[in-house]
Nanobody, 126 residues
Framework: QVQLVESGGGLVQSGGSLRLSCAAS????????MGWFRQASGKEREFLGS????????YYTDSVKDRIAISTDNTRNILHLQMNSLKPDDTATYYC???????????????????WGQGTQVTVSS
């Protein structure tokens, strides 16, 4: 069973940057797509972006695509989310997730992802 553990959250000032990490353990992830989501208080979980663990297939949602970058460190089994120009609206709990890729998969939907981390809180002060 793949296990995911996020880290790197915290308090940051508006305009600042933060890099979140998601450490993966367990079976190889070559067949998986990794996603980053966030959930603000009282709101639905929001897809931010995804990437195939083996490389490629990166996709970012329009609302944040100019400010984020997702990458994988395959030697250390870590997924990263780099966020820049942070705004108070970015305040949320951030989650990484993993789903096995199959034909016709829609990797922007939460239902695709079967494995989730516990989340890490990001708070952006104005």
């Amino acid at each position: 069973q793949v296990q995911l553990v996020e880290s790197g959250g915290g308090l940051v000032q508006s305009g600042g940057s933060l890099r979140l990490s998601c450490a993966a353990s367990g079976p190889p992830l070559d067949a998986y797509v990794m996603g980053w989501f966030r959930q603000a208080s009282g709101k639905e979980r929001e897809f931010l972006g995804s990437i195939a663990w083996s490389g490629g297939l990166s996709y970012y949602t329009d609302s944040v695509k100019d400010r984020i970058a997702i990458s994988t460190d395959n030697t250390r089994n870590i997924l990263h989310l780099q966020m820049n120009s942070l705004k108070p609206d970015d305040t949320a709990t951030y989650y990484c997730a993993a789903g096995r890729l199959f034909g016709g998969a829609v990797t922007t939907q939460t239902s695709f992802y079967r494995l989730w981390g516990q989340g890490t809180q990001v708070t952006v002060s104005s």
